[in-house]
């Protein structure tokens, strides 16, 4: 391999990285730093993925029955079936993967690279050989690079070897792909990039591993089964009573086929595909960015929204507001207060050779806090050299450092009150606890400091600092509660603080006390739980979902990774979450706010509402074609609809119409009704019997039309062709959500082309030929239109139960 810092063909490892123009050529001349995965399939693939599902074989079948005894007229009708459907198809899934693709693109990693002597963040599949890399905790190494600086680094390499404690690097160090910084920073200089690096081993392990498809899709492919089923039992019989009839058995079977093929809904796959996509690419307009269909769809169940405070719930822009010492003059080795918590600190300083990608906003506060006093932070820290460091670790609520200067050396120590009064200390001090007590009460994270020189720790003083709740806090926990979906603040801060911003924004009333977790995995219940370590939030998580609730998490730091993964929705922070905690979630906020969330939510419901619609839709107008079959013979006339009449039907009313009902806008009380659980049947016994009982009428006014029709002189199959196209759209029609119509002006657009091309079929000559029409009487128009409104009026009545067609 060759050693890209020194090879003179990648001369990368001056400190000001690569030129633009350098980078650009490389990435030209070696690719993307990606793994080569499964592109977008070849549109012949698609094609010919269509064209080998199971209905089109069937109808492949059907036409080649028809060709054989030269029946050229049904022939053409079902080639152009399968031409129009393949199309259709195809469109629809070029369309679905393409927004796919394009959500991939926006929530692909980051790293940042040093160019041009500026650090950049750009996407980690342009780092090229020779970049120099910059990484900080909390980021996935894009790229196998050899570290040339690094200040006290841990790497957490646990993909790769197995071994969960962090490993700690130093200058010269191997940073491989695909491994993420847990502390501390560093520059490296990268080697191999895409597939030659060791990213491809790991990319898999990170993510979560997701069921295929999601689970309304895997309950719609259960449904589309037995819908199939009963299909082809249905056909069967039809085909018998044909031959029973004496009609032949070409007839009988390309007729028992065609039934089975429009009885099925075979477009459901497709529509619910582009619905999800649609609401994914909705919800990424509004600031959300779904990183796979599921959880577009969960998002319609989630049931408790576990947030965290400190960005979430609050500004994230902390500022300190007060200090106290224990005595003016205290210092230790001559350090003060805010000396010590500039030097026991990580954020950036004006000349700081190396960039951090993510500075904490409470250490960036009190660097600001000791700028502000007059102290020279750069200077500081020159004078007084880091020569050691314990990172923070949140679990300890703490970080300690030491420094020399000359022959001095002093070791430092911020935290929690409760971790360095508490532990660090030697003794207590009451008046510090009290001061901290005052402080956290009113809101306050409290930091305290200390200092040790001859073996004895001293309290340097305490720091408040406050991050403003949000202005819209209270708003969005008001809305998420309407919604049916209850916030809970999962802190890692105090009690009292957690506690005086949870009432600030009315998710706890004045009395009511934060948890510990502890006490929640007890079982005891609360929206407040404060002083959680990072590896029980995950716990939390699990305890919440054994509750039976649909849980969706936000978090940005490395220690959120596994309670991201183990939420139905992991939700990370687009600006200042880690690229960790981003790779892990199922969605990115862009604007890290909880107002963008609210409407996703709404789309996913919409979603849901709109599959479900489809559904009830489809599967009644396969319910009438079949029962118009089987009863027509009996009753009315001897072959109530042709092979080529059915099959126009059911391409007709499914196709466009389908796609346009799958972006319907959201019902009226899409956030204001509670969520649905995930385990509701797509179609229970309830939805269910409504949709037969819509199908059985539908078939009962077409059969009636054909029937007076007849008796008037009419051809009553021609009437009943007629009918039954009127009556579908008319359901259409009637199931959208009572929202204007210019919302969704694809549905009454499709729905005028659909009456459009029936009226030509019993109109237009060369169409009277090919589907054995015949044109109406005015008698006939009126019963087919009879036919329509009837069949509105009962969708239109089984709409107003919101449930059983996905919302008012
Ligand atoms: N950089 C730091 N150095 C020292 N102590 C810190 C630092 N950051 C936080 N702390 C202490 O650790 C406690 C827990 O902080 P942590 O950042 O882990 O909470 P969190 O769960 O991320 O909080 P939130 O829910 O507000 O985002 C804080 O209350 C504070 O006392």
């Given amino acids: 391999m060759a050693d890209a810092g020194r090879s003179p063909t990648v001369p990368g490892s001056a400190p000001t990285g690569l030129s633009s123009s350098v980078a650009a050529s490389r990435l030209e001349r070696d690719g993307r730093n990606d793994v080569p995965t499964v592109r977008s399939s070849h549109l012949l693939t698609t094609v010919r993925r269509q064209l080998l599902d199971t209905i089109m074989l069937v109808l492949l079948t059907a036409a080649g029955l028809t060709a054989l005894t030269a029946d050229w007229t049904d022939c053409a009708v079902i080639v152009a079936v399968i031409v129009l459907n393949t199309i259709l198809g195809t469109v629809q899934e070029v369309r679905s993967a393409r927004s796919i693709a394009a959500l991939a693109d926006l929530t692909a990693p980051q790293a940042t690279v040093i160019r041009d002597a500026v650090p950049r963040l750009i996407p980690s599949s342009q780092v090229v050989r020779g970049d120099l890399l910059a990484v900080s905790g909390g980021d996935i190494v894009a790229a196998d690079a050899t570290l040339s600086l690094a200040q006290f680094l841990r790497v957490d390499e646990s993909m790769l070897t197995g ?128 990183r796979h269909l599921a959880a577009v769809e969960a998002l319609g169940s989630v049931t408790v929204l576990a947030v965290d405070k400190t960005g979430t719930l609050t500004e994230g822009r902390m500022s300190v507001s007060d200090t106290w010492a224990p005595d003016i003059s205290v210092a230790v080795g001559g350090v003060d207060l805010l000396s010590a918590a500039a030097l026991c600190n990580n954020a950036r300083n004006a000349d700081d050779p190396l960039p951090s990608t993510h500075d904490d906003p409470l250490e960036v506060a009190l660097v600001d806090a000791a700028t502000a006093a007059g102290i020279d932070v750069a200077a500081l820290r020159r004078r007084w050299v880091r020569v050691g460091e314990i990172p923070f670790d949140a679990a300890a609520t703490r970080m300690q450092t030491t420094h020399r200067s000359g022959n001095r050396q002093v070791e430092l120590c911020k935290g929690s009150p409760e971790a360095v009064l508490g532990s660090v200390l030697d003794e207590s001090d009451p008046a510090a606890g009290a001061m901290a007590e005052r402080w956290a009460a009113a809101g306050s994270r409290v930091i305290a400091v200390a200092g040790r020189t001859d073996g004895r720790w001293h309290l340097l003083g305490l720091v408040a600092i406050t991050d403003a709740p949000r202005s819209t806090a209270r708003g969005m926990i008001e809305q998420f509660r309407r919604a049916g979906i209850r916030p809970v603040m999962v802190t890692g801060d105090h009690q009292a603080t957690a506690q005086a911003i949870a009432s600030a924004i009315g998710l706890i009333g004045p009395g009511d006390h934060p948890l510990s977790a502890a006490e929640f995995l007890a079982g005891a219940d609360g929206s407040v739980l404060a002083r959680v370590r990072p590896e029980e939030k995950r716990a939390i998580v699990g305890e919440l979902q054994r509750r039976g609730q649909l849980v969706a998490m936000t978090g940005d730091g490395v220690n959120d990774a596994p309670a991201l993964r183990q939420a139905d929705i992991g939700v990370a922070m687009g600006r200042r979450g880690s690229e960790v905690a981003k790779q892990t979630a199922d969605l990115i906020l862009t604007d890290d706010g909880l107002p963008s969330m609210i409407s996703a939510v709404r789309e996913g419901r919409r979603a849901a509402d709109n599959l479900r619609r489809f559904l009830h839709y489809a599967v009644s107008g396969g319910i009438a074609e079949i029962v118009i079959m089987i009863i027509g013979p009996v009753l009315v006339v001897p072959v109530p609809l042709s092979a080529g009449q059915i099959l126009w039907i059911n391409l007709l009313t499914h196709g466009l119409p389908g796609v346009a009902m799958g972006s319907e806008p959201a019902v009226a009380d899409v956030l204001t009704r509670p969520p649905r659980t995930p385990t509701d049947q797509l179609l229970d016994r309830r939805a269910g019997l409504r949709v037969a009982l819509l199908g059985t009428w539908i078939a009962t006014v077409c059969l009636l039309a054909g029937r007076i029709g007849a008796a008037t002189g009419g051809s009553a199959q021609s009437t009943i062709f007629v009918a039954l196209t009127f009556a579908q759209l008319g359901v259409a029609v009637a199931l959208r959500p009572g929202r204007a119509i210019r919302h969704n002006p694809l549905l009454p657009a499709s729905v005028g082309l659909n009456l459009l091309l029936v009226v030509l079929a019993v109109t237009w000559s060369p169409l009277l030929a090919l589907f054995h029409t015949r044109p109406l009487t005015y008698g006939e128009w009126l019963l087919c239109v009879g036919a329509g409104v009837l069949a509105a009026v009962v969708g239109r009545r089984q709409r107003q139960d919101s449930s059983a067609v996905g919302g008012r």
């Fill in 163 to 290: 071994e969960s404690i962090p490993v700690e690097k130093t200058d010269g160090d191997r940073l491989a792909a695909g491994t993420v910084v847990s502390t501390g920073r560093g520059l490296a200089v990268v080697q191999e990039t895409g597939a030659r690096s060791s990213i491809g081993s790991i990319a898999a392990s990170l993510s979560k591993i997701r069921p295929a498809g999601t689970p309304l899709q895997r309950q719609l492919a259960t449904l589309g089964h037995r819908l199939a089923v009963a299909a082809a039992a249905a056909a069967v019989v039809v085909a018998g009573l044909n031959l029973a009839m004496g009609h032949g058995l070409e007839t009988s079977v390309v007729l028992a086929i065609s039934l089975a093929v429009a009885a099925i809904p075979e477009s459901l796959p497709a529509v619910s595909a582009i619905a999800l996509a649609l609401a994914a690419r909705r919800m990424a307009e509004a600031g959300v960015l779904a």
